[in-house]
């Protein structure tokens, strides 16, 4: 079995958010940048958990992105991926970057498809619909449980007040989140052995970009907490109705 993995790189979740170009660019100075939790913790490692119990099995791993991204796919080879392409192109809306793994993804005849339910800075939940779509491969989303027994994968998912568990032949490309497997660290037999496994690095196919960004904003700044004695209740009372809002 073939298994593709999409990685993303994302700022680790302790960076300081700053904008530059008039708030339409994410300044990127002296930012951390990790693999996107769900790609890592979860899709990568779920792949990693299938190849154990079937050593035939083979991971690649796809990127796009720019040459600052390539620590961050040698990180998931050091983790169990076998080889990894970086498709040379600063990602600019998730259309253009699904656009570009699903143009990967047709050439090499994969039987699972894996992705994070979403990225840590974007929150978009998109990619893996836009790859199934092109690749008209089902699509399950929000897995929390992942089986395959042979050509059929079951697969739990969260919906909207409870769980849904899903039946479906493979090809499939499967969003992960929580549940489907557990975080995991490199060892150092790992970290050597990424050195030396193949990151082929290709040229985008020609896509279009859907959308734009017109300017990012920061939250507002948190305001100051108020004590109120416990033998003021009036006093809570007064600043929930007129502070607060709360009716």
């Avoid at 992105?65 to 600063?90: F, H, M, S, Y």
């Avoid at 699904?98 to 992705?115: E, F, H, N, P, R």
Wanted: hydrophobic share 40%; with cysteine.
């Amino acid at each position: 079995m073939k298994i593709l993995v999409c990685i993303s790189k994302t700022p680790d979740t302790t960076a300081k958010i700053a904008f530059t170009d008039n708030n339409t660019k994410f300044a990127e100075a002296g930012v951390q940048w990790i693999i996107n939790p769900y790609d890592e913790w979860y899709a990568l490692v779920r792949a990693i958990e299938l190849k154990e119990k079937d050593a035939a099995t083979i991971i690649h791993l796809v990127t796009v992105g720019g040459t600052d991204a390539e620590p961050i796919i040698r990180k998931a080879l050091a983790l169990g991926g076998d080889e990894a392409v970086r498709v040379n192109l600063q990602p600019t809306d998730s259309y253009t970057t699904a656009s570009q793994i699903a143009a990967v993804a047709k050439g090499g005849q994969y039987d699972l498809v894996l992705v994070g339910k979403e990225t840590i800075d974007y929150n978009g939940s998109s990619v893996g619909g836009i790859i199934a779509e092109q690749m008209d491969f089902p699509y399950v989303a929000l897995a929390t449980k992942f089986e395959l027994n042979g050509s059929k994968a079951t697969i739990n998912r969260e919906i909207e007040g409870g769980e849904e568990t899903c039946e479906v032949n493979l090809p499939v490309v499967v969003s992960c989140q929580k549940g489907v497997a557990e975080a995991r660290i490199p060892n150092m037999r790992g970290i050597m052995a990424a050195r030396t496994k193949p990151l082929k690095v290709i040229e985008p196919a020609s896509t279009d970009q859907l959308t734009t960004v017109v300017n990012f904003e920061l939250p507002a700044p948190k305001a100051g907490v108020k004590l109120v004695p416990a033998d003021q209740p009036e006093e809570l009372i007064r600043l929930l109705h007129e502070e607060a809002r709360i009716i």
